[in-house]
Structures are given as C-alpha cells and as structure tokens.
C-alpha cells in the first residue's frame, strides 16, 4: 500500500496568513493525489484533484502544487470559514489518505 | 447540487452484520460510481470500496472477504453490509460518488458520515 504522511499534524494561524500543509507519498504518484476539507459534522469537501486542479466554485485562494512523492496544498490568504482539516488523498494504486492537518486559529 | 445520506443502526453487536444505505438526491445514481469510506475514532480515513451503477464492484483487500456493496437505481441508493464485526469496525462511516471511468479517482461528494459502534 502507498502510505501518505502529512505534516504538520496541527498548524496555528491566523486570518490573512499564508499557510502551506504538505503531504508526502512512500513511493512516486504522479500527479493523482486529491485534496479535502473537512469540518466537524460536515461532508468533507473536494478542494483539488490531479495535485492542482481546482474544483468547481472552490475559491481561488486554494492551490496545489507537487508531482511524484511531494505535494502541497496553499492557502493564499486563511479565511475564517478554512479553519478545517485537511486532508490528502492518492488514486495511483489502490487509495489512500492523509492522516490530515488541523488548521486552528491562533 | 448532489446530496448524500447515509442511515442505519448507529449500534452493532460483535459478530453481527453492520448494515449502512445512502440515499442520492439531487442528482442521479446512474453513469457514476459510488464508494464507501470509514474513519475509526482518532485514526485516518480507509477506503472500503465502490461499486459502479451496472454493478460492477471494487473492495480493499483487507476488507473484502467482509464486504458487500450493492447498488438500488430505482430507489437512487446504495448499500454496505460488513459481516462479523468487532470493535476494530467501529467508525464513521462515509458514502460519496467518486469521479472515474474505467476506475476511480477522487471522490466528488461525500455525506456528512454516520457513527457506528460495535459493542454487545
């Protein structure tokens, strides 16, 4: 099985920060990894897929970025409404996820 | 826009069969594939399989001798059935439609997950 590992595991900011969560493959993935939202309670939210495609209506401060085994999900400018946890998720073999990143306010 | 549900008993006994349905709305059941997703409290999220609309299914190796997906187009939902649980199987238990066309890629909607519980 290919093992994704995010870090960091928790990440403190505050509105207006530029954050940067990364996520690392135990072997290469080309570009099929995908990236979630998720909120407490909440369906988690498709933000990327193909490591920097925007999905549709997801604002434009998220990005992706990474090819191989390293990848990174951006946010340009936090919002109030991002603090979340994050997910990553690969379809090259089989899929797996993250083990996620909690973004929480400072 | 597309809305997942998923309903079923919130309590399962050890050995027993847990059974979970989602319900589609918004959209339809038919041309997609539609997949099942657990997270065990404090752990990651697990991949448990998919089923396309004709039938056709997928299930990770580590469940499959457990798993059974299936598919009702006419009442736009689908089903998970997962025999002789312990309490390793407890998790919230996701549905979601997954973006493929030979196979699966990313999952596009998700529902809001049920908790289920394993414990006599």
């Known amino acids: 099985d290919i093992q994704m590992t995010q870090s960091p595991s928790t990440l403190s900011a505050s509105v207006g920060d530029r954050v940067t969560i990364t996520c690392r493959a135990s072997?290469?993935?080309?570009?099929?990894l995908a990236w979630y939202q998720h909120k407490p309670g909440r369906a988690p939210k498709l933000l990327i897929y193909?490591?920097?495609s925007l999905e549709s209506g997801v604002p434009s401060r998220f990005s992706g970025s990474g090819s191989g085994t390293e990848f990174t999900l951006t946010i340009s400018s936090l919002q109030p409404d991002d603090f979340a946890t994050y997910y990553c998720?690969?379809?090259?073999?089989?899929?797996?996820f993250g083990q996620g990143t909690k973004v929480e306010i400072k | 826009q597309v809305q997942l549900q998923e309903s079923g008993p919130g309590l399962v006994k050890p050995s027993e069969t847990l059974s979970l349905t989602c319900t589609v709305s918004?959209?339809?059941?038919?041309?997609?594939?539609w997949s099942w997703i657990r997270q065990p409290p404090g752990k990651g999220l697990e991949w448990i399989g998919y089923?396309?609309?004709?039938?056709?299914?997928n299930y990770n190796p580590s469940l499959k001798s457990r798993v059974t997906i299936s598919v009702d187009t006419s009442k736009n939902q689908f089903s998970l059935k997962l025999t002789s649980v312990t309490a390793a199987d407890t998790a919230v238990y996701y549905c979601?439609?997954?973006?493929?066309?030979?196979?699966?890629?990313?999952?596009?909607?998700w529902g809001q997950g049920t908790l289920v519980t394993v414990s006599s």
């Open positions: 072997q290469s993935i080309s570009s099929w």
């Open positions: 918004g959209g339809t059941i038919s041309s997609y594939y």
């Open positions: 998720q690969q379809y090259y073999s089989s899929w797996t």
């Open positions: 193909k490591a920097s």
């Open positions: 979601a439609r997954a973006y493929g066309d030979y196979t699966i890629y990313h999952f596009e909607y």
């Open positions: 089923i396309y609309y004709r039938g056709s299914t």
